[in-house]
Nanobody, 126 residues
Framework: QVQLVESGGGLVQPGDSLRLSCTPSARTFSRYATAWFHQAPGKEREFVARLRWTDGSTLYSASARGRSTISRDSAKNTVFLTINSVEPEDTGVYYC???????????????????WGQGTQVTVSS
């Protein structure tokens, strides 16, 4: 079973930038798209952004658009999430997820992703 490993979380100050990384344990596996989800304390996991591997196209939630960027390093098989001007509301656990195949499911819904990482904690505080 392929595992996804997130990194880059920690304590950051409001206004700082943050870059999270997601790297799979295997170089070759079925992968249609990779997404990031955010789970704030006491709330449900919410979609942040998705990158489709076939054409590199990206998709963002309304709240993430303009302040976040999802990108990839194909050589390293890694997907990044950069968040600029972080706010206390960005606090929570960030999860990387993989949709293994295009089956028409909504990219915004967590249930349509088959592989998940353990998450990386981000705390925004001064």
């Amino acid at each position: 079973q392929v595992q996804l490993v997130e990194s880059g979380g920690g304590l950051v100050q409001p206004g700082d930038s943050l870059r999270l990384s997601c790297t799979p344990s295997a170089r070759t596996f079925s992968r249609y798209a990779t997404a990031w989800f955010h789970q704030a304390p006491g709330k449900e996991r919410e979609f942040v952004a998705r990158l489709r591997w076939t054409d590199g196209s990206t998709l963002y939630s309304a709240s993430a658009r303009g302040r976040s960027t999802i990108s990839r390093d194909s050589a390293k098989n890694t997907v990044f999430l950069t968040i600029n001007s972080v706010e206390p509301e960005d606090t929570g656990v960030y999860y990387c997820a993989v949709d293994e195949a295009s089956d028409g499911g909504s990219p915004y819904l967590a249930r349509n992703y088959e592989l998940w990482g353990q998450g990386t904690q981000v705390t925004v505080s001064s």
